[in-house]
T-cell receptor, first 110, second 116 residues
Framework: GQQLNQSPQSMFIQEGEDVSMNCTSS?????WLWYKQDPGEGPVLLIA?????ELTSNGRLTAQFGITRKDSFLNISASIPSDVGIYFC??????????FGKGTKLSVKP | GAVVSQHPSRVICKSGTSVKIECRSL??????MFWYRQFPKKSLMLMAT?????????EQGVEKDKFLINHASLTLSTLTVTSAHPEDSSFYIC????????????FGPGTRLLVL
């Protein structure tokens, strides 16, 4: 079946640093979505991408839908403490369902 | 827009009882809703797809008689965990589909189920 490889699995950030994570797949997707999940909460949609090559920003967040439709990245600029959490990518196929990556856990450097 | 609510947010029940979880799309209509289960530190696992006015479609390995889904209106889907056992304890999250130029799902806040 379709699978997504999301990396990195985890990363530590210092306030002010830029952060980058990505998802790749051997399958083509029609939609790429990026979500953030805080502990004990449901995922919150950050950015939705619907066209190959599309680059979209939401505040300090920027995401791109890869031109091959098999990958996407999410960048966070000038990170702040409230950026910690788990970020999931999700690829939307032709059947209406989403395939999720395993998540990238963002933590603050001690 | 695109707010999805879930009720209850957490529930503790005795083994053998049934528990109903509601998922509502508050400001849009959703002909399709999805139910997920999430284990600690894991990604979301799709359990079933709920379509308004028709039977739910269950993923492989999910018992349809155990997890009853009803999608009676365009804004409400319910998941009933029947004869719950401790192994059913988990975080259950619903989402509602809203096609906005592409497949998009908006998630509820989740329901934490603990079966004693």
């Amino acid at each position: 079946g379709q699978q997504l490889n999301q990396s990195p699995q985890s990363m530590f950030i210092q306030e002010g640093e830029d952060v980058s994570m990505n998802c790749t797949s051997s399958s083509i997707f029609n939609t790429w979505l990026w979500y953030k999940q805080d502990p004990g909460e449901g995922p919150v949609l950050l950015i939705a991408l619907y066209k190959a090559g599309e680059l979209t920003s939401n505040g300090r967040l920027t995401a791109q839908f890869g031109i091959t439709r098999k990958d996407s990245f999410l960048n966070i600029s000038a990170s702040i403490p409230s950026d910690v959490g788990i970020y999931f990518c999700a690829g939307g196929g032709s059947q209406g369902n989403l395939i999720f990556g395993k998540g990238t856990k963002l933590s603050v450097k001690p | 827009g695109a707010v999805v609510s879930q009720h209850p947010s957490r529930v503790i029940c005795k083994s053998g009882t049934s528990v109903k979880i509601e998922c509502r799309s508050l400001d849009f209509q959703a002909t399709t809703m999805f139910w997920y289960r999430q284990f600690p530190k894991k990604s979301l696992m799709l359990m079933a797809t709920s379509n308004e006015g028709s039977k739910a479609t269950y993923e492989q390995g999910v018992e349809k008689d155990k997890f009853l889904i009803n999608h009676a209106s365009l804004t409400l889907s319910t998941l009933t965990v029947t004869s719950a056992h401790p192994e059913d304890s988990s975080f259950y999250i619903c989402s509602a589909r809203w096609y906005r130029g592409g497949e998009t799902q908006y998630f509820g806040p989740g329901t934490r189920l603990l079966v004693l």
